[in-house]
């Protein structure tokens, strides 16, 4: 047994399923653990191949199985019938549980959130994502060392014949791997403050710019229209996570208007709090934000779970209260358009759209455009001929009607934004006056 948790991956294996619903919390937590459809897409992912599924309701969870130990038994027989080599649960166990599980079912025993981080392991390109998915794996593995070392009791003590003289290797080894994990966890906890520091500063660096967040369900196609929309080159697959990393570019709307576009990691429901917490900075793009575009998968047949998961994450970033657009991509690839008919009775302001095919893009840059105004206003601004600032803010941001000089002085008429006057204010503060 000790063998079956030498490795935390998930290789090309044959998975079983497992989704325990405790009666009484679904409709409290919105979870469907009946249908695992969520899971089985990120099991594949992950590269495993899903060869059964085992649905239970639980009145409580058991401390020592979650399940108990009955249903741990029937599971066992699954495992032998379709010689599957690792059981997944959608649920989180604890070290204990996962441990008592292999006993009985005696192949390897994963939860939810160590499979989302296998998955983010394998995605990972950059320095940082990878930086940020070592750090949540370990913090995940720490608080666990205790149970996954228990094999050495019984190798280097815990029994009888063994004395006292034996069962401190066990200790000692244990205590070593701690250190070297919390050695580990700071020095990562570090180097990532450093990167965040340098982010941050990029952030303030586009102050007066007009961000656009492209923001969804992992593979909902955000990658996709960030590439249609711009040449950002963003590495685009179909599969979950294939984007850890942001990408920020300039977005040319009408008129000249320049936004920023930044693309972000995709969500799903009941993402490890490791993996928040480790990429908060790469969310940073969705926080300091002035505009989301919550790009849907209309052809998912999980399309309102989806949505229901991605709400849950803004809030839980406090990014629930920005301003959105609703993009329904993918119309191209659905088999009925009643879905697409339904939401957009829900969402009235959406925009039915296909990155793939290129529908509807321009009705997207139309609608940001109409945001990045915010509603126009006539303005006359008077400034020192020396202001370099002042003039070419306006010349990308404004719509200009006339520019004269008058000894040292520019006088410009133009028509702005009114969500760019702030940007205006800051290095023209006195010279502003309103027509």
């Given at each position: ?153 019984r190798v280097a003590g ?60 992992t593979n909902a196609g ?43 990691v995709g969500f799903v ?167």
């Amino acid at each position: 047994m000790e063998d079956i948790r030498e490795k935390l991956e998930v290789r090309k294996e044959r998975a079983i399923l497992v989704g325990a619903t405790l009666m009484g919390r679904l409709a409290k937590d919105g979870r469907k653990n009946d249908n695992l459809a969520e899971l089985a897409s990120l099991v594949e992912s992950a590269g495993a191949e899903v060869v059964d599924r085992f649905i239970q309701k639980v009145y409580k969870i058991k401390a020592a199985t979650y399940i108990g130990s009955g249903k741990a038994k029937m599971l066992w027989d699954r495992v032998e019938r379709f010689n599957a080599d690792v059981v997944i649960f959608d649920n989180d166990l604890s070290p204990g549980q996962i441990r008592e599980l292999e006993k009985i079912i005696e192949v390897r025993v994963i939860d939810r959130s160590e499979l989302i981080l296998d998955i983010f392991a394998t995605r990972a390109r950059t320095r940082q994502a990878k930086l940020q998915v070592e750090l949540a794996q370990l913090e995940y593995t720490y608080p666990r060392l205790t149970r996954m070392w228990s094999h050495l009791d019984r190798v280097a003590g815990g029994s009888a014949s063994g004395g006292v003289g034996t069962r401190g290797t066990g200790e000692k080894q244990l205590e070593i791997d701690k250190r070297l994990v919390q050695k580990r966890i700071s020095e990562l906890k570090r180097e990532l403050n450093t990167i965040d520091k340098r982010k941050l500063r990029e952030i303030q660096g586009r102050k007066g710019l007009y961000k656009v967040s492209l923001v969804g369900y992992t593979n909902a196609g955000k990658s996709t229209l960030m590439n249609a929309m711009t040449d950002a080159g963003v590495f685009v697959q179909d599969r979950l996570f294939a984007t850890l990393d942001t990408r920020t570019k300039k977005w040319q709307l009408e008129g000249g208007a320049e936004v920023l576009l930044s693309d972000t990691v995709g969500f799903v429901s009941h993402l490890p709090h490791q993996l928040v917490e480790s990429f908060k900075a790469t969310l940073e793009e969705a926080v300091n934000a002035d505009l989301l575009l919550h790009v849907i998968d209309v052809s998912s047949s999980e399309v309102f779970e989806q949505i229901a998961s991605v709400e849950k994450v803004l809030k839980e970033i406090d990014c629930d209260d920005k301003e959105m657009l609703i993009l329904l991509n993918k119309s191209d690839a659905v088999s009925s358009m009643s879905a697409v008919e339904l939401l957009q009775t829900i969402y009235p302001d959406s925009i039915c759209v296909s990155a793939k095919t290129g529908l509807n893009l321009g009705k997207i840059a139309d609608a940001v455009f109409d945001k990045y105004k915010g509603g126009d206003v006539d303005i006359t601004v008077r400034c020192h001929a020396g202001e370099g600032k002042v003039v070419s803010f306006l010349r990308a941001h404004a719509e200009i009607k006339s520019e004269e000089y008058e000894e040292s002085e520019v006088i410009i008429k133009a028509r702005i934004g009114k969500s760019q006057l702030p940007g205006l204010r800051k290095i023209c503060p006195d010279g502003i006056e309103m027509r």
